[in-house]
């Protein structure tokens, strides 16, 4: 997914801050309970525990939703309405029409500036605010199903985060695809049709907010389980993370490159610490090892051509204090 991160100034961020302060208790008190995106007191480890949970219940027959550039198009007049309903001061709605309307300065290749937003749709990335009022027009959709009673009609639960959301059904997923489709038309928003697909859990695999979930065998009985783990594309891109960190060129002291090393390690285990991490982990370790192992060579010049027994993994994650995600 891309957008164009937009960055206000210090004088609009502050002046965001406090708007947001002053309307949020408003806005949160209307939001569905299953929103999780950008809320005070929720994560994204309580969407991916629910998604987890509904699985296993039985709610196995996945749309896998996929929202076309959800932040790009928001169409501000009906987003402003939805403001309208729960604010009634005329000035803070000026402040937010403002704020939604204001041109984005980019420059192209050639260095030359161009204005780009202000055209009736879109909340602008980057914005203090701008979170809150992508919340609040998901919010629409999701209150029109529950209204509408759809989740006891389709047998289903939906679970949102931010433009994010899967719909978790008992057998209902294709009927709850076709009508969600309909209702992000009629809101100005488009499902993209190529990327959202239908995924039975219990025989494939699909990825939400980081994880994979899917169908796994436990290797002592053979018996499936429905499980959740980090997904390939997370595992990679912490690697690329770790790569970047020990890349050959880096002259800072051991210690200061060890402290980003670990605190980019722990960072991710805090957030990957739910459902079957055991091998996710073993992965990232050995690599982290490999990574460590050919850094301290280059810099110590070891003579052992492969350096693995001045830097063992003992030395590495003992004396070194490298931090090891899948403990002895």
Known sequence: MQFALTVPTIRDRVAQTAAKLVVEPIFEADLEPNAYGYRPQRSAQDAV??????????????????????????????????????????????????????PVEERDEKGNRKLTGGQGKGTPQGGVASPLLANLYMNRFLKHWRKQGKGEQYRARIVNYADDFVILSRGKAAEAREWTQGVMTRLGLTLNEQKTCIRNAKQESFDFLGYTFGPRYWWKTGKLYLAASPSKKAIQRLKDGVYELLRPGENDRWEEVRDRLNAKLRGWQNYFSHGSVGKAYRIVDGYVYNCVRHFLR?????????????????????????????KA
Not at 58 to 84: C, M, N, R, W
Not at 305 to 313: K, W
């Open 49 to 102: 525990q629910e998604v987890h949970r509904l699985l296993c219940e039985g709610y196995t027959d996945v749309v896998d939703a996929d929202l076309s550039k959800y932040f790009d198009t928001i169409p501000h007049s009906e987003l402003l309405q939805s403001v309208a309903r729960r604010v009634a001061d005329g000035r803070v709605l000026h402040l937010l029409k403002m704020w939604l309307k204001a």
């Open 298 to 326: 280059r810099r110590h010049q070891a003579t052992n051509s492969r350096g693995t027994r001045q830097f063992s993994a003992d030395v590495v994650y003992g004396e070194r204090g490298v931090h090891r995600l899948q």
